[in-house]
């Protein structure tokens, strides 16, 4: 049986620290990402089984790059789970709408 990957994406370094090491605790595969291309990149070279993806970004947010993975016939069956202090019913719902599984 093959460990599950994770791919963590936040531009916020702390971040990516603290849920690398909680899923770590668990024997899952985290791979970091710092931006919206670093993960699309990512993905491209190594799809991951679950894509932890914070929202608010520079450049390109995280509602962008799950359009992106929705888009694409390869990435769009990869579940999204967004990680954000953005908690409004507006964003929980463009969320949703955008293709994560989660918010």
């Not at 985290?30 to 993806?53: C, F, H, M, W």
């Amino acid at each position: 049986m093959s460990v599950p990957r994770i791919l963590v994406v936040d531009d916020q370094l702390i971040n990516v620290q603290l849920l690398k090491r909680k899923l770590e605790r668990h024997s899952l595969a985290v791979t970091p990402a710092y931006s919206g291309q670093e993960a699309l990149d990512s993905i491209r070279d190594n799809k991951p089984d679950l894509i932890l993806l914070d929202v608010m970004m520079p450049e390109m947010d995280g509602m962008e790059v799950c359009r992106r993975l929705q888009a694409n016939v390869e990435t769009k069956s990869i579940p999204v789970i967004f990680i954000t202090a953005r908690n409004t019913k507006e964003g929980k719902i463009e969320g949703l709408a955008v293709g994560a599984v989660d918010y």
